[in-house]
T-cell receptor, first 113, second 113 residues
Framework: DSGVTQTPKHLITATGQRVTLRCSPR?????VYWYQQSLDQGLQFLIQ???????AKGNILERFSAQQFPDLHSELNLSSLELGDSALYFC????????????FGSGTRLTVV | AQSVTQPDIHITVSEGASLELRCNYS??????LFWYVQSPGQGLQLLLK??????LVQGIKGFEAEFKRSQSSFNLRKPSVHWSDAAEYFC???????????FGSGTRLLVRP
């Protein structure tokens, strides 16, 4: 157990639908990162939050959004889902300084049918 | 912009043989460098990291990596591979100002009995 909790582990939904992925960071970590992993795109950085505020944005589609709540858990919202959104979505957390690296959750596998 | 290149998509070694996985990065200053391992269906686990000091760093599971500034490389090595080392390995680079890690495309390690 890495200390980063992601729910649900698996999600199957239809095109056009909206889903919410949840992440609880490791205790004491203020930063949360979301990554998308697909076979053709590899591990792509989506977005980062630090202590409730958006800190950095990567290749995140406009149909996707995220937020970090006062208790530091984060949610990634994916809407108007397309087949190509099927992927593993990882959450990671880190303390304030990067030198400790990220701790990853076990991911949410999203399948859009 | 930062980038990470892992030139080998797949590598196959025999159990007990030595291993070296290559990683090259592009970044002006000395970055933070990481190696992560991902077993099938799992999240990414940190193997080792470098941010300053001794250029040869030791990690978990008997892995080590050497930072070579002149070659912009951070290759991962293991003297004797075990069947349980079969997984995908990711090199990552980051800088403290952004807290964001950029991942390479990964190298899949297969171990022959």
């Amino acid at each position: 157990d890495s200390g980063v909790t992601q729910t649900p582990k698996h999600l199957i939904t239809a095109t056009g639908q909206r889903v919410t992925l949840r992440c609880s960071p490791r205790s004491g970590d203020l930063s949360v990162y979301w990554y998308q992993q697909s076979l053709d795109q590899g591990l792509q950085f989506l977005i980062q939050y630090y202590n409730g505020e958006e800190r950095a944005k990567g290749n995140i589609l406009e149909r996707f959004s995220a937020q970090q709540f006062p208790d530091l858990h984060s949610e990634l919202n994916l809407s108007s889902l397309e087949l190509g959104d099927s992927a593993l979505y990882f959450c990671a957390s880190s303390p304030r300084r990067l030198f400790e690296g990220y701790t990853f959750g076990s991911g949410t596998r999203l399948t859009v049918v | 912009a930062q980038s990470v290149t892992q030139p080998d998509i797949h590598i196959t070694v025999s159990e007990g043989a030595s291993l070296e996985l290559r990683c090259n990065y592009s970044y002006g200053a000395t970055p933070y460098l990481f190696w992560y391992v991902q077993s099938p269906g799992q999240g990414l686990q940190l193997l080792l990291k470098y941010f300053s000091g001794d250029t040869l760093v030791q990690g978990i599971k008997g892995f080590e990596a050497e930072f070579k500034r002149s070659q912009s490389s951070f290759n991962l090595r293991k003297p004797s591979v075990h069947w349980s080392d079969a997984a995908e390995y990711f090199c990552a680079v980051g800088m403290d100002s952004s807290y964001k890690l950029i991942f390479g495309s990964g190298t899949r390690l297969l171990v022959r009995p």
